[in-house]
């Protein structure tokens, strides 16, 4: 640990985007529960964003098990996103997202459900992203919940166009409610792969255009405290 | 006992002359230097002296053996194994000579000191001339021990040993039993056991640590160091509660001829080194290092970034008074004091100074030692020591763990060294008390844990060796107690040896076992824990093939059982890197077992001139954490490891030395795959079969040059001790990036060009 230390802090100084933000396969960007917490049994619907920059039609599989079994379901995203509505309940909730023909998503086998890191050591590390999340069980009434936090404000398409390999541009949003933003981009990068948003909402994200000539995609995550979570995604053309 | 136990001898004072005028070329007197072994260091002065055929190495029966000090003299002959010994002698110089039978007079010198015993042996050659030939000896011989074989070697030698900085402790490094630590930090890994599963000692007193920061150097000046115990295993009863090997820093017992020192700077430290004697009893030493790598580290670090580094700095400082008593033993009182320091400051949300990272590393001990000789054979060693040590990490925000105990340890031996007679024995308590205040709170690693319980941990030992013809029988027993608050362990361990042969051909073999008590934390949060035992067969063949080459060969097999395992995944105290997992993230449990096993052997060649050896270890290192579990290979198997090294001397003062390393790499776990915690943000690793995969072998060279200029009064000497100098990127811990998509191993530190002056006077 010693000698690690100073190599770490060299490390985390680096100039340019940071290679965290940078999705070069199928992930799974984030899981939106809403509402961001329900009691148990009560129905909600869970929004999965999977990012598929290779373009090969990522399928996504959500699922969730307890002492009675395991219920899964199977969905196609539209546009990257696929919508589930699902019952409450405590325990991980689990989202696979694959590329054709690598997940056997008609009929997983119940051990894999139950111990999905089983099922991820007999898959590969291409094309395919396994993410899990816990959503919070609560017991207020649903008027009483806080809701997942809204992006009032974005950065106008243009803005994107200001950005350059080595000066990145500003993107500033403006989420009330919201306590951290996470960036990703299919091409080019975040400087940071995550900061801080500040007590009015506010927060700029320095982003970095692509090298080459090409298009990119943009998320970015937004979560606060209490389990909410809400996402931005944008476009830069190339 | 052991073949492979390891002495090194750190003083200048005490090279023994060898026979200044009449000894004949190759066939040099040698002597075996002091008080090593810890039966031996309490016994009153004893010579023995061996005689062998310089051609044939046959021992020389009925030569007539002189030894003289002022007016008095003892006359023996040697016996049928070409063996004569004296009773308890006068401590100070002795002029031995051997004659008689055809052989030329053999003389030397040697320096007898109150509580040792000092084996001389001669190699005289028939019918020949002496000649003019003068010549110092660097390695004396193997000692006559009745359980542990120790080899001797000199402060020159560890000195100018390349790739060590010349640090007493980190020559143990090179000895076969030891496995080579990831990035050359400051562990020991003996024998296949983790690094916190070996001790170590000050005179037979535990300290906290023995090197600072990250290996660079040991805690103590080696000069203050008359030798250095190192013991792999199978160990007699005066050494408990580990389960690995025990490295014991033997403080010289000599007055200084005169007044003495030396200042040194190297790349990592400033030392200072005085020793005054006062009257002629009398004498007091001081000693102080600072390391100043922060000062060389910190501009390029904090050109990096933001945050200010505070890069690792120590420092050490020890002031002794010995006196020798009336009676011929000594007393000394020792303070020491270690500090180690690395610190990464920042800013907080207001834009005030604080610590991001910090680690702090100290202890203060003050340690008063008696040896006296008791008579009829018999010694007393006496030990107390104690004072405060710390541990303590901070990580911001409110990150925050510490271990601060107190401890006082007690230790009295007596003993009669077996000698050349036909019974020694060895009767001991080694006491341990104080407190222990501890408290890890870092929120990533779980909730917090805090204790604060005395602590007592007595233990008993009886040992007693009988001599038939050249066998040697040892037996004894150790008996530990350990209390921490409301719980309470408790350890008997027997243990038994052999040692059969000559002063050239020696076999031994050893059985016995080994407790190691869990620590307060673990028994803080599981009461029902108890010791893990180790036990521990060894067997080994020593042989001098001429005087100047020999050769070691050991072979062992040790059985673990009742290993605490479980709750990786909480704060520790790391002294090397962090285990990369799988981790066992249950609770504590005595359920882990273990199997080691394995060859040792050395040869060496040490001429007045040069030394060279080559060590090797063939070892395989296995654990079952869990009931049911797979056996699996343990962190640290490493199934060959090589050194070979030499140094020379050469003409007009220069030194030439190199040293060349093979290590098979540890094992590891392969990352198959990966899960992205969405509440977290991070990547969670999948691992592949555990230990199924090794980093590729390390290979190294070090490259040593010295040279030295005398004055009147003084001596100035440089050297360049550069390190890996083939720049070899050996990788040294796997890592893996953000993702756990590929591996991103760590690499061992490049090429160092260590260099350093000194002035000694």
Redesign the interface.
């Given at each position: 640990?010693?000698?690690?230390?100073?190599?770490l802090?060299?490390a985390?100084?680096a100039d340019g985007p940071s290679?965290?933000t940078l999705v070069r396969d199928v992930?799974?960007i984030?899981?939106v529960a809403d509402p961001p917490s329900v009691a148990a049994d009560e129905p909600y619907t869970l929004t999965v964003t999977a990012a598929d920059p290779l373009d090969r039609g990522a399928e996504v599989l959500v699922w969730r098990c307890d002492d009675a079994g395991c219920d899964t379901q199977r969905g196609a995203p539209d546009d990257e996103q696929a919508v589930f509505d699902l019952l409450g309940g405590g325990g991980p909730l689990w989202?696979l997202a694959c590329d054709p023909g690598i997940c056997d998503l008609d009929d997983p086998r119940p051990a894999h459900l139950r111990d999905?890191?089983s099922w991820?050591?007999e898959?590969?590390?291409e094309g395919?992203?396994?993410?899990?999340?816990?959503v919070p069980v609560t017991t207020e009434p649903v008027a009483e919940r806080p809701t997942n936090p809204v992006v009032v404000r974005a950065p106008e398409a243009t803005r994107l166009g200001e950005a350059s390999p080595k000066e990145p541009a500003a993107l500033r949003f403006t989420v009330p409610g919201a306590e951290r933003a996470?960036g990703y981009s299919t091409a080019g990068g975040f400087e940071m792969?995550?900061e801080d948003v500040d007590s009015e909402g506010v927060v700029t994200l320095p982003w970095y255009a692509p090298k080459e000539d090409a298009a990119a995609r943009l998320y970015v995550?937004f979560e606060d405290d209490l389990g909410g979570v809400t996402v931005w995604v944008g476009e830069s053309a190339p | 006992m052991l073949p492979l136990t390891l002495l090194i001898g750190l003083s200048f004072a005490q090279t023994p002359v060898g026979p200044s005028e009449s000894a004949p070329p190759g066939a040099p007197a040698e002597a075996s230097e002091t008080a090593p072994e810890p039966a031996e260091v309490l016994a009153a002065p004893v010579l023995e002296v061996i005689v062998r055929d310089a051609d044939t190495l046959a021992p020389v029966e009925g030569l007539s053996v002189l030894a003289t000090r002022g007016e008095i003299t003892r006359s023996l002959l040697t016996d049928a194994e070409g063996r004569a010994s004296t009773d308890a002698l006068e401590p100070g110089p002795w002029t031995v000579e051997v004659l008689g039978g055809g052989y030329g007079t053999e003389t030397a010198t040697v320096e007898l000191v109150a509580g040792t015993a000092t084996e001389v042996k001669f190699f005289p050659t028939l019918a020949v001339a002496p000649d003019d030939l003068a010549f110092e000896i660097d390695v004396v011989g193997k000692r006559l021990t009745p359980e542990v074989t120790e080899r001797v070697l000199t402060s020159e030698e560890i000195r100018y040993l390349p790739g060590t900085n010349g640090d007493v402790v980190r020559a143990v490094q090179n000895l076969p039993g030891v496995a080579r630590p990831p990035l050359n930090i400051g562990q020991l890994l003996i024998r296949g056991t983790a690094p916190e599963d070996s001790a170590y000692y000050l005179d037979g007193t535990s300290i906290p640590i023995v090197f600072h920061f990250a290996g660079l150097s040991t805690v103590v000046n080696g000069d203050l160091i008359e030798e250095v115990g190192f013991l792999p295993g199978s160990y007699g009863v005066r050494y408990g509660r580990t389960l690995g090997g025990v490295v014991d820093l033997r403080t010289t017992v000599k007055l200084p001829e005169a007044s003495n020192g030396y200042v040194s700077v190297d790349l990592f430290q400033t030392t200072a080194f005085v020793q005054q004697r006062i009257g002629s009893s009398n004498a007091l030493s001081f000693s102080g290092r600072r390391s100043y790598v922060d000062a060389l580290l910190n501009p390029i670090l904090n050109g990096a970034g933001d945050a200010a580094v505070r890069a690792p700095r120590y420092y050490d400082g020890q002031l002794r008074w010995l006196a020798e008593t009336p009676t011929g033993g000594t007393f000394d009182l020792l303070w020491l004091s270690s500090d180690d320091r690395f610190r990464v400051v920042g800013q907080d949300a207001d834009e005030q100074d604080e610590v991001q990272i910090g680690l702090t590393t100290w202890f203060h001990k003050l340690r008063l030692q008696s040896r006296e000789d008791l008579g009829a054979g018999f010694s007393n060693e006496l030990s107390i020591g104690g004072g405060p040590e710390n541990q303590s990490f901070a990580i911001a925000p409110d990150g925050e763990a510490f271990e601060r105990p107190f401890r006082v340890s007690f230790r009295d031996e007596v003993a009669k060294p077996v000698g050349s007679g036909l019974w020694g024995a060895r009767l001991g308590v080694d006491v341990i008390g104080g407190s222990w205040k501890s408290e890890y709170d870092v929120p990533a690693f779980g909730v917090r844990e805090v204790a604060d319980v005395p602590l007592l941990l007595p233990a008993g030992y009886a040992e007693g060796t009988l001599r038939t013809g050249p066998v040697r029988w040892t037996g004894g027993l150790r008996g530990d107690v350990a209390s921490y608050g409301p719980w309470t362990g408790s350890a008997i361990d027997p243990r038994a040896s052999v040692r059969i042969g000559d002063a050239a051909t020696v076999f031994e073999g050893s059985y016995g076992r080994y407790s190691q008590f869990p620590t307060v934390r673990q028994v803080e949060e599981r009461p029902e824990l108890e010791a893990a035992s180790s036990w521990q067969a060894s067997v080994g063949w020593e042989q001098r093939w001429t005087p100047v080459f020999d050769t070691e060969i050991a072979g062992y097999a040790n059985r673990l059982t009742d290993l605490v395992v479980g709750r990786e995944d909480a704060f520790r105290f790391f002294s090397g890197p962090p285990p990369t997992g799988p981790l066992d993230t249950g609770p504590y449990a005595n359920e882990g077992v273990g199997r080691i096993y394995g060859v040792e052997a050395i040869a060496k060649l040490t001429t007045d001139r040069s030394a060279a050896w080559l060590a090797a270890t063939v070892s395989r290192s296995l654990r079952t954490d869990r009931e049911g579990e797979d056996e699996a290979l343990f962190e640290y198997d490493q199934p060959v490891v090589l050194t070979a090294l030499g140094t020379t001397e050469l003409p007009k003062d220069w030194r030439i030395g190199a040293r060349g390393r093979y290590g098979t790499g540890n094992p590891y776990t392969e990352v198959v795959n990966r899960i992205y915690d969405l509440d977290a943000r991070a990547y969670e690793p999948v691992f592949g079969e555990r230990d199924g995969a090794r980093l590729p072998p390390f290979v190294s060279l070090d490259v040593r040059v010295d040279k030295a200029w005398t004055f009147d009064n003084w001596e100035l000497s440089a050297y360049l001790d550069l390190q890996n100098a083939t720049n070899a990127q050996n990788v040294e811990v796997m890592s893996w990036n953000f993702d756990y998509s590929e591996e991103d191993p760590v690499t061992s530190i490049p090429i160092v060009p260590a260099f350093g002056v000194r002035g000694a006077w």
């Open positions: 640990m010693s000698r690690a230390l100073p190599l802090i060299l985390a100084c290679e965290e992930q799974v984030a899981a989202v999905p890191a991820m050591a898959l590969p590390l395919v992203s396994l993410a899990t999340r816990e996470w792969p995550v995550v | -």
